[in-house]
């Protein structure tokens, strides 16, 4: 079993690299964006699309890499990676009225369906770095909302037939106390 971490050259991945080297024991491959390719990305049996600058439409091989995402491959998308996993299935996003770099939000969650949050008592204090937010209007019914804050906002989805799941908030972030948690959930 490996994981592959893509870098889509944001000064958080190598945070979340060092939260992995943590808590999984096998492989962890970190490869830019621009060096992915589809075997790349079929060969490892965890995913995560990391944060990064920009929208969804400026990573454009998510949408031929998420297709071909085999049944017994787990993705998990992150910030920009959550963005990008909920356009691919036909989300929205909306630009924030008030940016949220560096703050401190809690998370409620929504479903129990959602390993991620197994075992985890609410409020969960989250970091959050993004200026743009999944729309709940026009959210497919393939993708299930797992996690809120207090706004309401979407926080966290996951696919309700496929192994994927997202969030919109930094576990590694210093600010998220209950990251590394998640991260064993997730590959539990």
């Known amino acids: 079993m490996s994981l592959l971490i893509i870098d889509n050259k944001d000064s958080f991945t190598f945070n979340l690299v060092e939260l992995f080297r943590t808590i999984y024991p096998g492989t962890i491959k970190v490869i830019e964006y621009e060096q992915v390719n589809l075997q790349e ?12 600058p920009g929208l969804p439409e400026d990573f454009p091989h998510y949408s031929e890499w998420i297709g071909h995402l085999r049944p017994e491959q787990t993705l998990l998308g992150i910030c920009m990676g959550h963005e990008i996993i909920a356009t691919y299935f036909g989300g929205k996003l909306k630009q924030m009225d008030i940016v949220s770099h560096g703050v401190s939000s809690d998370i409620y969650f929504t479903s129990n369906t959602d390993r991620l949050f197994s075992g985890l008592s609410e409020p969960v204090g989250v970091g959050l770095y993004h200026s743009w937010i999944v729309s ?13 804050d207090k706004q309401g906002q979407i926080m966290a989805i996951r696919h309700r037939h496929k192994n994927i ?6 576990p590694e972030s210093y600010i998220t106390k209950s990251g590394k948690s998640m991260m064993e959930n997730w590959f539990s």
Do not use: M, N, Y
């Not at 709940?136 to 809120?148: F, K, Q, Y």
């Not at 799941?165 to 930094?170: A, L, R, T, W």
């Open 41 to 52: 990305w079929q060969k490892h049996t965890f995913v995560v699309i990391s944060p990064g």
């Open 136 to 148: 709940e209007i026009g959210l497919p019914d393939c993708l299930e909302i797992t996690a809120r």
């Open 165 to 170: 799941s997202s969030v919109q908030f930094h």
